[in-house]
């Protein structure tokens, strides 16, 4: 069986920024065209890499939030307040810069529509972005597959994407909402950090085998798979995204 | 600090190896787990990059830049061939 | 540089200068060192956390009589307060770190041996290689107390080694005991290119430096 390999080799090229979208106090989303892009799948993502004028450098990876039907690649980045990429990206970058990525990188963190489901996306923080990227290429694409997402964050002001995570839910796709550490006093959905309780009610039983797609921090990340496998869902079926501090 | 995952070092192992890699499975020479690259335990904060095995937690391959250069050791993880795409 | 031999050139991000703060007088850093504020914790594995009841720190190898001490008796040594500037192979260096320990003069006074190298090894299994004369004259410690405080386990306790006049990763966190060796036996990272000495005066990164 000959290794299953990714069209187009991965250089460095330069992008240049386009937009710049708030998303929430800390998040910005950064808006590329890139001249040599043959497309992603959602899940993916690119290494970032910023060059100072003597030759320092510092890269970063950051996950794809837009889908492969999309016109521009989108990244979203949080900004860490002692970081020393996410600063630059998040205050410093503007239209017209150019900022050299390389990528689409991955082929384990990926969901086409052709896989099917059910598909369940548990996010952490941050880890929320490339859910963005599988979510809107399932409203492109997907649509028979019945989709979850289940997106823990600390706060209702933390929550990204919030108005187009309502549009996608009119569209179809099953969208919840947990907050851990602060929710406003009419909040309906959930609160608090996800439990096996609130697991076991998200989830869809083992034998009908999600996919099961879990991002953002690995003490979060870690949680849920244990508890997942605890209630019976294969390993196999479960696929685990760790990021670093985010500070969400 | 956390450890991440082989998903964290996907560029990298690209670079090296000419080819995606976290698909990739292999078996930890030290106590015989058979995971995927992406399952791994990666350490990315030190002068180079750790992997260890999820199960054991030894060393199975080590990322490091040497003049520019990435050079990398997976003698403790010995990969199949990777499965076809779905 | 902004590239080495045959490397294509990364363009300039405009107004990226990274987490490096301003130069200090020339001859305090060695080259290709930036000075950091802050003091990042670099680890290639999980944080060790033995217990102080079963902890002890050994002397052996090519030695006439092994000796270990338990952690009572470890800080009951004469110890020295000492400022000292550390760089870190990966480029950041820190100035002016207070650290407390035992002097390596100290330790190594209470074995008997010719031998010329020393591995020193730690909790975790991280190893590194050492020549006697680096860490003999006041030159390193087996440190116990950063800043004042105890040290912390993310950057080494209880006990790391010191030894300042090299590139920090010789500094091994968790240190728990020297083996004396008749020839220099590289360590983790030596084994996987780093520079057996690791003089940052000299830029000894990697092996042929």
């Known amino acids: 069986m000959a290794r299953a390999a990714i069209p187009g080799r991965l250089t460095w090229q330069a992008g240049r920024v386009v937009d710049l979208v708030d998303e929430t106090a800390r998040c910005k989303s950064l808006v590329l065209e890139l001249a040599d892009w043959r497309g992603h799948r959602a899940g993916q993502h690119v290494d970032v890499r910023l060059t100072a004028e003597d030759g320092y450098q510092a890269e970063r990876s950051y996950s794809i939030a837009s889908a492969p039907e999309d016109t521009h690649v989108e990244l979203t980045v949080a900004r860490l307040d002692d970081g020393e990429v996410s600063p630059y990206l998040t205050d410093e970058l503007r239209p017209g810069d150019e900022l050299e990525l390389r990528g689409p990188i991955g082929g384990y963190f990926v969901w086409e529509s052709s896989q099917g489901g059910p598909l369940l996306m548990l996010a952490g923080g941050s880890g929320v972005v490339p859910f963005r990227a599988m979510l809107r290429h399932w409203a492109a694409d997907g649509r028979d597959v019945p989709a979850r997402l289940l997106y823990s964050s600390r706060t209702l002001e933390d929550v990204i994407y919030r108005q187009e995570l309502e549009r996608l839910a009119d569209d179809g796709a099953d969208v919840q909402l947990t907050l851990t550490n602060q929710w406003p006093d009419d909040w309906q959905e959930h609160r608090g950090r996800v439990d096996p309780k609130l697991l076991a009610e998200v989830a869809w039983p083992p034998h009908q085998r999600p996919l099961v797609y879990i991002c953002g921090p690995t003490g979060f990340v870690e949680a849920m798979a244990e508890t997942l496998v605890q209630m019976g869902h294969e390993p196999a079926q479960i696929k685990t995204e760790r990021f670093g501090p985010t500070g969400t | 600090m956390d450890a991440l995952d082989g998903n964290a070092i996907a560029g990298p192992l690209f670079e090296h190896f000419g080819e995606e890699m976290t698909t990739t499975v292999g078996t930890c020479a030290h106590c015989g787990t058979r995971s995927q690259i992406a399952e791994l335990v990666v350490y990315t904060r030190a002068p180079g990059t750790v992997v260890r095995c999820r199960h054991c937690a030894n060393v199975v391959m080590a990322l490091v830049p040497i003049r520019g250069e990435l050079r990398a050791d997976s003698s403790a993880f010995r990969m199949e061939q990777a499965p076809d795409e779905p | ?209």
């Open chain 3, 1 to 209: 540089m902004l590239g080495g031999p045959g490397r294509v050139m990364s363009p300039v991000s405009r107004g990226f200068r990274g987490r490096r703060s301003e130069q200090v007088e020339a001859g305090r850093v060695p080259p290709g060192q930036y000075i950091t504020r802050d003091f990042p914790v670099l680890s290639a594995g999980p944080t060790p956390h033995t217990p102080l009841e079963a902890w002890s720190f050994t002397i052996g190898g090519s030695v006439d009589e092994q000796v270990s001490w338990t952690w009572e008796e470890f800080i009951a040594l004469p110890a020295e307060t000492v400022t000292v500037d550390i760089h870190c192979v990966t480029k950041w260096s820190k100035l002016g770190t207070t650290w407390k320990g035992v002097s390596m003069d100290t330790l190594l006074d209470a074995v008997q041996s010719d031998a010329e190298y020393l591995t020193a090894w730690s909790d975790g299994e991280y190893t590194t290689n050492l020549a006697r004369e680096d860490v003999s004259g006041g030159k390193a410690w087996v440190a116990y107390e950063y800043d004042g405080e105890p040290l912390q386990p993310e950057h080494g306790g209880p006990a790391r080694l010191l030894v300042p006049h090299l590139y920090f990763w010789k500094s091994a966190k968790w240190v728990r005991g020297l083996t004396l060796t008749p020839d220099d036996e590289p360590g983790f990272w030596e084994t996987y290119g780093y520079h057996n000495h690791g003089d940052p005066w000299l830029e000894q990164r990697y092996q042929g430096d």
